[in-house]
């Protein structure tokens, strides 16, 4: 249920990322084909606030509804796994930043991105494989940490 529900959030936080950067580039007339303008990079900086909000909340709502159904419930829980689920996102979020960056600095040691290894028409390149393995990491900890302090169960 747990990865289910991973891919239902993945897909609300790139909806909500979509949405908001055609909102801003139709609706606002926000140049986003500039990527050094100040424009862009505040507006670039907001849309990923938004579609980060949108999947926290869908993961939060589905986590505690339909896959840690044994946590404990009752007044003051809502507020509190609130609280710490979003915690455990800000920290797997850092996790996800600093392990992409330390990845990708280590694959360019062994991979040459001008002629990156393909298999079936995708490029692994460095930065691919790199989010291959830090997705994996973060799937993994965002588990725990919710199994472990978020939804713990009943007592």
């Known amino acids: 249920m747990y990865l289910i529900f991973g891919v239902l959030t993945t897909a ?15 609706a606002l ?7 050094e303008s100040t424009a862009y990079i505040v507006t670039y900086f907001v849309i990923q606030i938004l579609q980060w909000v949108a999947a926290v909340l869908t993961a939060f709502y589905t986590n505690r509804r339909w896959v840690f159904t044994d946590a404990e419930r009752g007044e003051g829980t809502l507020v509190r ?12 979020l850092i996790l996800d930043i600093v392990s992409t960056y330390a990845f990708i600095y280590l694959l360019k040691l062994w991979i040459n991105d001008s002629a990156p290894p393909t298999l079936l028409g995708i490029s692994f390149t460095a930065e691919f494989i790199a ?5 994996v990491l973060v799937v993994v900890a965002n588990y725990v940490l919710s199994k472990l302090f978020v939804f713990k169960n009943k007592k």
Not at 12 to 26: D, P, Q, R
């Open 81 to 92: 796994q609130l609280t710490l689920f979003a915690g455990s996102r800000v920290l797997t």
């Open 29 to 35: 007339n926000i140049p986003m084909d500039a990527p």
């Open 12 to 26: 609300v936080g790139l909806g909500t990322y979509s949405l908001c950067f055609w909102i801003a580039e139709h």
């Open 131 to 135: 989010k291959i393995i830090t997705s």
